[in-house]
């Protein structure tokens, strides 16, 4: 074991990973730290995220629905956040596009989840799609697909 | 509603912008340029997604064009109700330096029902833009009556 193992807190080696990634999420993102994105877990290939609902981050002060721009910013968060879960660590990811279809009004006064899975990682660019939802996945508010630039040689040959 | 009648009346989208919460948290105002809507995100460090380079949170640059777009569609478009985003693709082009981004829009089809938008954002140049956007709007003409309730 190295002198650093030593020092991590106990817990599984999965629960070590969720930490350091949720350390990048918040704290080596400083905009997602202003919105209040919370990562909530990181899967084989993805995460989950979650954005807390907050009067300021909404668009319609008389409807109470998060704005669009809010939507948006939570889907590129979690593509991003699920290629560096692929790659399994915080190399440099830069968004190249992301498409978002939005499918359905958001719940007002509810708070936001997302659901990334990063599903192609080439040497140089890598994939990922998420959905985000106020209660069902699977009847989500809006749907992402996004292409991202990997820098540094963090990419991979398949 | 009456934000949008109020903004047009005083000719100043920023009556309307300055309403939106979002807008206000994320720093965005929206003012005539020659007649033409621009957008600009004024920077703060809580825009900032890559604290190392420093670059802004990608997130932000769509958002600003997001809000750009919907403000062109209102502006150029009479007598229409606030405009719903059916889909939005953001390129991203070039790193957003920790500086201000201004942004335009402009509607390359008007549509009875749809509007399609084309958005770009830039920083100190406007001829190298940062991101640009292509965006669907569904609109409904506020002489019809009932709003329309299947989202």
């Known amino acids: 074991m190295s002198p650093d193992s030593l020092d991590q807190p106990p817990g599984s080696a999965a629960d070590q990973r969720l930490e350091l990634m949720r350390q990048i999420a918040t704290e080596g993102i400083p905009h997602n730290r202003e919105l209040g994105l919370e990562l909530l877990d990181v899967q084989g290939r993805g995460c989950s995220m979650r954005l807390p609902y907050r009067e300021d981050l909404v668009g319609n002060p008389v409807t109470g629905v998060l704005a669009g721009g809010v939507v948006t910013a939570l889907l590129d968060a979690a593509c991003g956040m699920a290629v560096m879960v692929v790659l399994e660590s915080p190399a440099a990811v830069a968004t190249l596009d992301l498409r978002i279809d939005y499918l359905r009004p958001a719940t007002a006064r509810k708070s936001l989840l997302a659901r990334a899975d990063c599903y192609r990682i080439t040497q140089h660019v890598a994939f990922a799609r998420a959905v985000a939802y106020n209660d069902d996945p699977d009847d989500p508010v809006a749907s992402a697909a996004g292409a991202f630039m990997l820098t540094r040689g963090a990419g991979r040959r398949r | ?151």
């Not at chain 2, 807008?23 to 825009?47: E, H, I, M, N």
């Not at chain 2, 201000?100 to 954002?121: E, H, P, S, Y």
């Not at chain 2, 190298?128 to 569904?138: E, K, Y």
């Open chain 2, 1 to 151: 509603m009456a934000r949008v009648a109020q903004a047009r009346e005083a000719g100043d989208p920023d009556v309307l912008v300055s309403s939106i919460p979002y807008a206000r948290f994320l720093g965005v105002t929206a003012a005539l340029d020659a007649g033409q809507l621009l957008g600009k995100l004024s920077f703060t460090p809580r825009l900032i997604g890559n604290p190392v380079m420093p670059a802004l949170h990608g997130g932000t640059v769509g958002a600003l064009l997001e809000m750009t777009a919907m403000l062109t569609v209102l502006w150029q478009v009479p007598g229409v109700g606030v405009p719903k985003v059916i889909n939005l693709t953001i390129d991203y082009l070039r790193p957003a330096a920790a500086e201000d981004v201004l942004a335009r829009g402009t509607v390359t089809k008007q549509g009875r029902r749809v509007v399609n938008v084309f958005a770009q954002a830039w920083q100190r140049d406007p001829s190298r833009p940062i991101a640009s956007a292509n965006a669907h709007f569904l609109i409904e003409p506020l002489q019809d009556g009932a709003a329309d309730r299947t989202g």
